[in-house]
């Protein structure tokens, strides 16, 4: 069945990076759009980023700049980048397949001095 595993957050100072993964199996990941969302407490899930197939981007105004998405298709991984990190970028970030309707379990990320 369709998974996403996702891995990499934890506590970072602000202007810290960490890198996210998300391991997905279970479909033909290299013709998936992919994207990321989180949810910090209290708030609705929203979009950071996506990537197609071929490897294109778009981003939240929010976090332009600052974050990256990438694509590994012979891991079957996505990536999201995190620089620059900032306290409202503190939430819980997910992996997701807009194809299969598929969420990860999240990872959380919290940025705090």
């Known amino acids: 069945q369709v998974q996403l595993v996702e891995s990499g957050g934890g506590l970072v100072q602000p202007g810290g990076s960490l890198r996210l993964s998300c391991a997905a199996s279970?479909?033909?990941?290299?013709?998936?759009?992919m994207r990321w969302y989180r949810q910090a407490p209290g708030k609705e899930r929203e979009l950071v980023a996506a990537?197609?197939?071929?490897?294109?981007?778009n981003y939240a105004d929010s976090v332009k700049g600052r974050f990256t998405i990438s694509r590994d298709n012979a891991k079957n991984t996505v990536y999201l980048q995190l620089n620059s990190l900032k306290p409202e970028d503190t939430a819980v970030y997910y992996c997701?397949?807009?194809?299969?309707?598929?969420w990860g379990q999240g990872t959380r990320v919290t940025v705090s001095s």
């Open positions: 279970g479909f033909t990941f290299s013709s998936a759009v």
């Open positions: 990537i197609s197939s071929a490897g294109n981007t």
């Open positions: 997701y397949v807009p194809l299969f309707a598929t």
